[in-house]
């Protein structure tokens, strides 16, 4: 608690020794608990705040729990306003790099709770990395670390003595109230005012412990990033508005499941210029990922940040995977299924501020309504003709056969190709915004084979269809296709999620894309 400041820190420095037994750190948080009786508004966006349902509400006998406990149907509540709806917790998480402050209003006083996170440092898996946020309780979370739209992969595992230290947080708990008479929901105004002055305060001077090191302890590092893409511009463009970071070494896209350390992100401007400042001491890789373009970026050069340093790095250049030109396309390759047809919710499992909002994903048992949409079959799409914002279901779940069976769907892309070099490899890039327990088939021109000509095997466990995610980790397979499995005229590919023993097992696309065979320019 420091002087004249409206709340007070937390933080925990967690510690594993040489000779302590292994471990997995499956996950950790701070909890708070509000006065049921007084907090009842809950805020975490400008756009995502409401008055929210009691803690009783749940109750047997007045909520009907769904297909997992989180999820419960509101049939008797206290407030009859909130009768039908339904309540879960993961329909209020959000994306690390938006998740600055949340928390409840106390009405009668006007007070304000919140939780304020400075800096994503301490949080694994990237910016786009998804956490709980605030829920019915009234409960307020910091999550320091979850599997949540991840799974396993990012629980760190320590062997048998593994050194380890690590400091998570602080994070600020942030109290404010208003007089008699001014509107209490202006606490979330002030409250985003308090996280700016939080954000430009990082890192904080007051922690006197030697492993948290202050701004003068610590590094920055700043540049350009292109794009090259031949196939779409001749030349280099600015990588404009890329995810640029610093994580401990590894492969490209290693950060999405790093868990153990330290990382560091920021965005590129218009141009492609970043800067990336407070760094901690220490060994890393800069990686980057470029909406509108696949794949990752990672500089091989190992950068070694030191106390006070200031690095000026040469421009870079990423050179997205690409064989080819493109044949066709569907989706945008932004590293989520946002821009595909997500439904309206079936009226009985409707949470009413998702209605009309742009997280309409958010609502629960969307991922039953693909059977009511395509009842006998599944989808066909036709390039040229098919349109991915209304022909292109968000998610391609299992199909419910009958109360304790489902089978595997098969969805198909249907164009057209003329003059076939059946001699060329054709690359088809597919890019997953989440598997949960999925076996993506690829099969072309003959659905009937045993054997598929790509399997990605069982993979994902991010669970991001049931807790209302729209996208968990990414994935991106290229699959070479010989000239000679083409026609000319009408093709097919046949994309067959095969792994059927639950509603919840399935894939998010991200971005397809047929290349024809490298062509000269």
Same mark, same amino acid.
């Given at each position: 608690?420091?002087?004249?400041? $409206?709340?007070?820190?937390?933080?925990?420095?967690?510690?594993?020794?040489?000779?302590?037994?292994?471990?997995?750190?499956?996950?950790?948080?701070?909890?708070?608990?509000?006065?049921?009786?007084?907090?009842?508004?809950?805020?975490?966006?400008?756009?995502?705040?409401?008055?929210?349902?009691?803690?009783?509400?749940?109750?047997?006998?007045?909520?009907?729990?769904?297909?997992? *406990?989180?999820?419960?149907?509101?049939?008797?509540?206290?407030?009859?306003?909130?009768?039908?709806?339904?309540?879960?917790?993961?329909? /209020? $998480?959000?994306?690390?790099?938006?998740?600055?402050?949340?928390?409840?209003?106390?009405?009668?006083? $006007?007070?304000?709770?919140?939780?304020?996170?400075?800096?994503?440092? %301490?949080? !694994?898996?990237?910016?786009?990395?998804?956490?709980?946020?605030?829920?019915?309780?009234?409960?307020?979370?910091?999550?320091?670390?979850?599997?949540? /739209?991840?799974?396993?992969?990012?629980?760190?595992? %320590?062997?048998?003595?593994?050194?380890?230290?690590?400091?998570?947080?602080?994070?600020?708990?942030?109290?404010?109230?208003?007089?008699?008479?001014?509107?209490?929901?202006?606490?979330?105004?002030?409250?985003?005012?308090?996280?700016?002055?939080?954000?430009?305060?990082?890192?904080?001077?007051?922690?006197?412990?030697?492993?948290?090191?202050? !701004?003068?302890?610590?590094?920055?590092?700043?540049?350009?990033?292109?794009?090259?893409?031949?196939?779409?511009?001749?030349?280099?463009?600015?990588?404009?508005?890329?995810?640029?970071?610093?994580?401990? *070494?590894?492969?490209?896209? $290693?950060? =999405?499941?790093?868990?153990?350390?330290?990382?560091?992100?920021?965005?590129?401007?218009?141009?492609?210029?970043?800067?990336?400042?407070?760094?901690?001491?220490?060994?890393?890789?800069?990686?980057?990922?470029?909406?509108?373009? &696949?794949?990752?970026?990672?500089?091989?050069?190992?950068?070694?940040?030191?106390?006070?340093?200031?690095?000026?790095?040469?421009?870079?250049?990423?050179? *997205?995977?690409?064989?080819?030109?493109?044949?066709?396309?569907?989706?945008?390759?932004?590293?989520?299924?946002?821009?595909?047809?997500?439904?309206?919710?079936? *009226?009985?499992?409707?949470?009413?501020?998702?209605?009309?909002?742009?997280?309409?994903?958010?609502? /629960?048992?969307?991922?039953?309504?693909?059977?009511?949409?395509?009842?006998?079959?599944?989808?066909?799409?036709?390039?040229?003709?098919?349109?991915?914002?209304?022909?292109?279901?968000?998610?391609?779940?299992?199909?419910?056969?009958?109360?304790?069976?489902?089978?595997?769907?098969?969805? =198909?892309?249907?164009?057209?190709?003329?003059?076939?070099? =059946?001699?060329?490899?054709?690359?088809?890039?597919?890019?997953?915004?989440?598997?949960?327990?999925?076996?993506?088939?690829?099969?072309?021109?003959?659905?009937?084979?045993?054997?598929?000509?790509?399997?990605?095997?069982?993979?994902?466990?991010?669970?991001?269809?049931?807790?209302?995610?729209?996208?968990?980790?990414?994935?991106?397979?290229?699959?070479?296709?010989?000239?000679?499995?083409?026609?000319?005229?009408?093709?097919?590919?046949?994309?067959?999620?095969?792994?059927?023993?639950?509603?919840?097992?399935? &894939?998010? /696309?991200?971005?397809?894309?047929?290349?024809?065979?490298?062509?000269?320019?």
């Amino acid at each position: 608690m420091l002087k004249g400041s $409206s709340g007070f820190y937390s933080y925990a420095i967690y510690e594993h020794l040489e000779g302590w037994p292994g471990f997995n750190l499956d996950e950790t948080r701070i909890a708070f608990k509000l006065r049921k009786d007084k907090f009842h508004y809950m805020a975490m966006a400008d756009n995502r705040q409401r008055y929210m349902p009691l803690p009783d509400d749940r109750l047997p006998d007045r909520g009907q729990p769904l297909a997992y *406990p989180e999820a419960v149907l509101l049939v008797n509540p206290i407030e009859p306003e909130f009768k039908g709806e339904v309540d879960d917790k993961y329909q /209020y $998480s959000s994306e690390d790099k938006d998740l600055k402050v949340h928390g409840w209003i106390c009405m009668d006083p $006007s007070l304000g709770f919140w939780i304020i996170v400075p800096s994503d440092e %301490f949080r !694994s898996g990237g910016p786009l990395k998804q956490n709980l946020t605030s829920h019915v309780g009234p409960t307020a979370l910091s999550v320091f670390l979850s599997a949540h /739209y991840a799974g396993e992969d990012l629980v760190p595992k %320590f062997g048998q003595g593994e050194p380890w230290k690590k400091v998570f947080g602080p994070v600020f708990i942030y109290l404010n109230s208003v007089t008699s008479g001014e509107d209490p929901l202006t606490l979330w105004e002030d409250a985003k005012k308090q996280m700016l002055t939080e954000v430009q305060s990082w890192p904080y001077s007051f922690p006197c412990s030697e492993d948290f090191p202050s !701004s003068s302890h610590r590094g920055n590092i700043s540049g350009r990033m292109l794009v090259l893409d031949r196939y779409f511009k001749d030349d280099k463009i600015p990588a404009s508005g890329a995810y640029v970071g610093l994580a401990p *070494p590894g492969e490209a896209g $290693s950060w =999405q499941r790093e868990c153990k350390d330290y990382q560091f992100w920021t965005r590129a401007d218009e141009e492609g210029k970043y800067v990336i400042s407070n760094i901690r001491a220490g060994d890393y890789n800069l990686y980057a990922f470029v909406p509108g373009f &696949i794949g990752d970026y990672k500089c091989d050069t190992i950068i070694t940040i030191t106390s006070g340093c200031s690095i000026e790095m040469d421009d870079l250049v990423f050179e *997205p995977p690409r064989n080819g030109p493109t044949l066709w396309e569907i989706g945008i390759p932004d590293r989520s299924a946002r821009e595909f047809y997500i439904p309206d919710p079936d *009226p009985k499992y409707v949470n009413k501020l998702f209605i009309n909002h742009p997280d309409r994903f958010r609502q /629960y048992g969307l991922w039953e309504r693909y059977a009511d949409l395509y009842p006998n079959g599944d989808i066909v799409f036709t390039i040229g003709e098919s349109d991915y914002k209304k022909d292109w279901f968000f998610v391609q779940v299992t199909r419910k056969k009958d109360e304790k069976t489902y089978q595997g769907t098969t969805w =198909q892309i249907k164009f057209k190709l003329e003059n076939i070099n =059946q001699d060329e490899i054709y690359t088809l890039r597919l890019a997953l915004a989440s598997a949960a327990q999925a076996e993506l088939q690829v099969r072309v021109n003959d659905s009937s084979t045993n054997t598929p000509l790509f399997s990605s095997g069982v993979i994902g466990k991010d669970n991001a269809i049931a807790r209302h995610g729209i996208h968990g980790l990414y994935w991106l397979f290229n699959v070479n296709l010989q000239g000679s499995v083409l026609i000319e005229g009408e093709n097919t590919i046949y994309l067959t999620q095969a792994n059927a023993t639950s509603p919840f097992q399935g &894939i998010m /696309y991200d971005y397809i894309r047929l290349e024809g065979p490298p062509s000269r320019y």
